[in-house]
């Protein structure tokens, strides 16, 4: 859903009333809030940053943090979402299924993976990170990955009928693919550049899943 601010002298689309001046405010206020945290949690870790570090980072007081997110892991879940948007994810998985030549749903299936990473591989890195805090903070994590997968999934799912191989196995290829740590030697650890991986990974999918060309 397209959350942009209209332009001075524009119209809200119809039944979108447009957002009051403390709306705005609100609005920017918490983003402050989650991009200092995202550098703390990445300077310090997640464990160690405190709210009222956030608050001194970002430049407000303890109790609006408190106000704005309640706890720290609900910062967390914006930092996600905020991550996918910027790169785009629902739409691009979309593009993919809607792909119609199988070769190039593949090809965008990697573009998704590197475009993905590409945006915020500091957030990936952060839920691992985060993934031994407690319950709640767990289960958040749990149901952001299920909604990577299943998006991964679906890719692979629109592919049944071409795949060289059973679907659940195509789907256990790319998701090992997409496995953080490949990412973080290849691209972190090794200086590949994105496009490299997203290349490899465009190449391994068309040679493990596609029959064979005739």
């Known amino acids: 859903m397209d959350r942009s601010v209209n332009a001075p002298g524009d119209r809200p689309p119809v039944g979108q009333k447009t957002p009051t001046y403390r709306q705005l405010q609100a609005q920017q206020t918490r983003e402050r809030i989650a991009e200092a945290a995202r550098r703390l949690f990445a300077e310090r870790g997640y464990r160690s940053t405190s709210m009222e570090a956030i608050a001194t980072e970002a430049g407000v007081a303890p109790r609006t943090v408190y106000s704005a997110f309640g706890a720290k892991r609900e910062i967390l879940s914006a930092i996600c979402e905020r991550w996918l948007a910027r790169a785009r994810a629902r739409e691009l998985a979309g593009q993919a299924i809607a792909e119609p030549d199988p070769a190039r749903r593949l090809r965008a299936a990697a573009h998704w993976l590197r ?9 990936v890195t952060l ?14 994590l749990n149901a952001k990955l299920a909604g990577r997968n299943q998006a991964m999934d ?3 799912a629109s592919l049944e009928g071409s795949l060289r191989v059973p679907t659940p196995r195509a789907q256990a290829i790319y998701r090992a693919l997409a496995a953080p740590g490949v990412y973080g030697e290849l691209v972190a650890e090794s200086g590949w550049t994105p496009a490299a991986f997203e290349d490899w990974v465009a190449h391994t999918l068309l040679r493990e899943l596609l029959e064979p060309a005739t």
């Open 154 to 156: 679906a890719i692979i």
């Open 127 to 140: 839920f691992a990170a985060a993934s031994d805090e407690d319950a709640e903070t767990r289960a958040l």
């Open 115 to 123: 475009t993905l990473y590409e945006a915020g591989f500091d957030v």
